[in-house]
C-alpha cells in the first residue's frame, strides 16, 4: 500500500467518502482506496474504525475479488467487538459455494478465523466439504482452518479424520499444509498423535523433491512420527533424506539432521554403515556459517548439542575460530564449540589461537579466551603445562582484567594438579594489588592460604572488611591456614581478623565462621596439643574434590529431548524444554524394535 494512505482517519470521514464512491462514476476503484485507507488505520491501530462495521459489511456484495478481501480482513480484526458483524454470514454462506476457488477459499479462512458460535457453527457444517473440494487452493486453506478451529472447539475426531485424509492427496502443497495443520493440533492435544506407517514415510519422501523450502519442513517434521522395525529400514530412511542437506535454506537443512539424529537412534552406528553421513552433515552445517549472525547463532548452538550427543559429526576445528567482525555471542558459542573440539591432536593450533583472543581490545572476549585456557588445562592433562605457561605471560602484562580473570581459571587448575603449578601463584602476588573483583579476590585469597610461598606479606595487600561475604570468609580461611603453618608469624594477624568477625561484623555467616575456628583453634580443644594441632589441621586443610571435565555433559534425558527438538529455539538454552516452553508437549523417543536406548536412561 502507499505510504500516503498510513495517516489516521475518523471513522465519519471514512463513512462519507464511501457514500461519495457510489455518486460518481466507476465506484469499485473509489471503494478500493477507501478500503485501504480502512486497512492501514487498523495497522495503525486506530480502533475507531469499529464503528465501520454496518457500512463495510453492505460492501461485499461489490463482484470484486479485492473488495471482498478487504472486508474480510476488516471483518476479522472487529467482529469480536460488535454484533453487526453477524450481517456478515450470508454472504459467507454464498461465498462458500460459487464457483470461484478464490472466494470459496476467503469464505472458509474467513469464518475459521472468528471464534463466535455462529461463524463456528457455519464453518462446522462447511469445513468436511472444503477439504474435499477439486481444488488444490481450497483443500490447502481448508486444510490451515481446521487447525484454527480446533482453537476453538478442541478434539473434533471428524475434522482429524478429514483432515488425514489429505496426506494421500496427490498435490504436494496439500499435502504438506495438511500435515502443518496436524503437527499444530496434536502439538496442542493431550490425546492425539500424529503417526505414519511405512509406505506413507516412503511417499513423503519422495515429495521432497518438488516441494518448497517450508513444505520440506513440515514433510521432514512429519518423518519422525513414524517408528523404523529394523535397522536397515532406519539406515534407508536416513540415506533417502541425505540430499535435502544441500538445500540452501537453514530450516530445512537443521530439520533434516532432526530427521537423521531420530532415526539413528533406530540404527547402531549409523555413521559405520554409512561412511559418507559425518562429513556430510559437518559440511551442511559448516555452509550455513556464511548465513547472517542470528543464523550463525542458532547453528552454532545446534553444533554444541551434536558434540555433546550423537558426536558422529565431522568438523574442522578451523572453521569455529572467531572473525573479527562476529559479534559477541557467536564468539561466545565459538568458544564453547572449540573447546569441545580440543584435543591431543590440534591443541597446539588451538592455544595459539586463544591466545590472540586473550589480548583482543574486546575486554569480553579477553575473558572468556583466558577462561577457555583454564578450561582445555583440566580437560586435557598433555595441554596443562602449555595453558599455564600461556597464562604466566598473560599475566606478566599486568593488565587488570587479565590478571584477575587468570587467578580465578588458575584456581581451577590447582585444584586440578594439587601443588603443580606454584609458580603461577608467584607470578600472581606480583599483582596482588591490582585485585578489585569478588571473584578473583576470594580466588587468590584461597591460593596464597593453601599453597603460598609468603603469605603474610600477599595477605596484608588485601582489604576485606568491605567486600562481600565470599572475600571475607576466603581471607578469614586463608588466616587460619597462614597461622596453622607458622604460628608464631600469624598469631598477630589471626588475633585480629578473628576479633573483627567475632565481634565487629554483622554478617552471621561470617560471624558463626569465626566462633567455629576459635573453638578449633583453642587448645580446651583437646588435652594434647600434638593431638590438637593434627585434628585442626585435618579439617581446615581438608583436601577439596578435583575438579574434572565431566561435568560438561548433559543429562541423558534431557538431551534426549533436545535432540527431537534439534534446531528449534529450545536447543539453544540446552536446558529441559519444560522450563523454557512451560506448556510445550513433552517429547520422548517411541519404543521400536531397534531402539538404542542409553542404559542410563533406564
Not at 28 to 53: D, P, S, T
Not at 216 to 229: C, G
Not at 467 to 475: F, G, I, K, Y
Not at 569 to 584: E, Q
Request: glycine letters at 2%; aromatic letters at 8%; proline letters at 4%.
Amino acid at each position: 500500500m502507499s505510504a500516503k494512505l498510513f495517516t489516521k482517519s475518523k471513522s465519519n470521514e471514512l463513512q462519507v467518502e464511501i457514500e461519495q464512491a457510489f455518486k460518481k462514476s466507476k465506484p469499485v476503484g473509489r471503494i478500493k482506496i477507501v478500503l485501504r485507507k480502512l486497512l492501514a488505520n487498523i495497522i495503525l491501530n486506530n480502533n475507531e474504525m469499529i464503528n465501520l462495521m454496518k457500512d463495510i459489511i453492505p460492501l461485499m456484495k461489490i463482484d470484486d475479488l479485492e473488495v471482498r478481501k478487504l472486508c474480510c480482513e476488516y471483518l476479522v480484526t472487529y467482529a469480536l467487538n460488535t454484533r453487526d458483524s453477524m450481517e456478515a454470514l450470508p454472504y459467507l454462506r454464498r461465498f462458500k459455494d460459487e464457483s470461484s476457488p478464490m472466494l470459496r477459499a476467503l469464505a472458509i479462512k474467513t469464518m475459521t478465523s472468528i471464534n463466535i458460535p455462529d461463524f463456528v457453527e457455519l464453518s462446522l457444517s462447511s469445513i468436511s466439504r472444503s477439504l474435499q473440494d477439486k481444488d488444490p487452493y481450497v483443500r490447502r486453506t481448508a486444510a490451515f482452518s481446521v487447525a484454527r478451529l480446533f482453537q476453538y472447539t478442541g478434539e473434533k475426531t471428524n475434522l482429524v479424520e478429514d483432515l488425514n485424509s489429505l496426506l494421500y492427496d496427490n498435490d504436494s502443497m496439500v499435502v504438506s499444509e495438511a500435515l502443518a495443520a496436524l503437527s499444530y493440533i496434536t502439538e496442542r492435544s493431550k490425546k492425539l498423535n500424529l503417526t505414519i506407517d511405512k509406505n506413507h514415510s516412503i511417499k513423503l519422501i519422495s515429495l521432497l523433491k518438488n516441494a518448497n523450502e517450508w513444505q520440506q519442513v513440515y514433510i521432514l517434521n512429519s518423518l519422525m512420527s513414524y517408528v523404523p522395525q529394523s535397522e536397515n529400514e532406519a539406515l534407508d530412511l536416513i540415506e533417502n533424506v541425505l540430499p535435502s542437506l544441500q538445500h540452501e535454506n537453514s530450516s530445512v537443512v537443521l530439520n533434516t539432521i532432526k530427521v537423521i539424529i531420530y532415526y539413528s537412534n533406530y540404527a547402531k552406528n549409523p555413521e559405520l554403515h554409512l561412511p559418507i553421513l559425518p562429513k556430510r552433515i559437518g559440511s551442511s552445517l559448516n555452509s550455513l556459517l556464511t548465513k547472517p549472525s542470528e543464523t550463525q547463532f542458532l547453528v552454532l548452538r545446534n553444533v554444541i548439542l551434536l558434540l555433546l550427543g550423537k558426536k558422529f559429526a565431522q568438523f574442522d576445528i578451523e572453521t569455529f575460530y572467531c572473525r573479527f567482525d562476529d559479534p559477541i555471542y557467536v564468539k561466545d558459542t565459538k568458544l564453547e564449540i572449540i573447546y569441545l573440539l580440543a584435543n591431543e591432536d590440534n591443541i597446539e593450533s588451538v592455544l595459539d589461537e586463544l591466545e590472540e583472543y586473550a589480548t583482543e581490545v574486546d575486554v569480553s572476549m579477553a575473558r572468556k579466551a583466558i577462561r577457555a585456557f583454564g578450561n582445555l588445562a583440566v580437560k586435557l592433562e598433555n595441554a596443562a603445562d602449555r595453558c599455564v605457561e600461556v597464562l604466566c605471560d598473560l599475566i606478566s602484562t599486568g593488565v587488570t582484567y587479565i590478571v584477575q580473570e587468570a587467578a580465578i581459571v588458575i584456581k581451577n587448575v590447582l585444584r586440578r594438579y594439587p601443588g603443580k603449578y606454584s609458580h603461577a601463584i608467584d607470578e600472581l602476588t606480583n599483582y596482588c594489588h591490582l585485585f578489585d573483583e569478588p571473584d578473583a579476590k576470594a580466588a587468590m585469597i584461597w591460593m596464597i592460604g593453601q599453597y603460598g610461598t609468603n603469605p603474610k606479606t600477599c595477605l596484608k595487600q588485601f582489604t576485606y572488611k568491605e567486600d562481600p561475604v565470599e572475600v571475607q570468609l576466603a581471607m578469614l580461611t586463608a588466616t587460619v591456614k597462614y597461622y596453622l603453618n607458622f604460628p608464631l608469624e600469624g598469631e598477630e594477624m589471626l588475633l585480629d581478623i578473628l576479633k573483627w568477625a567475632t565481634e565487629t561484623t554483622g554478617n552471621p555467616d561470617v560471624r558463626d565462621r569465626g566462633f567455629i575456628y576459635w573453638r578449633l583453634l583453642s587448645s580446651e580443644f583437646s588435652s594434647s596439643q600434638d593431638e590438637f594441632q593434627k585434628n585442626t589441621k585435618d579439617i581446615i586443610f581438608n583436601i577439596d574434590p578435583s575438579i574434572t571435565s565431566e561435568n560438561d555433559n548433559v543429562n541423558p534425558k534431557i538431551l534426549e529431548e533436545l535432540e527431537l527438538n534439534f534446531g528449534s529455539l529450545a536447543s539453544i538454552y540446552l536446558k529441559p524444554v519444560s522450563s523454557v516452553f512451560r506448556t510445550a508437549k513433552p517429547k520422548e523417543l517411541p519404543w521400536g524394535p531397534t531402539l538404542q536406548k542409553n542404559s542410563s536412561l533406564g
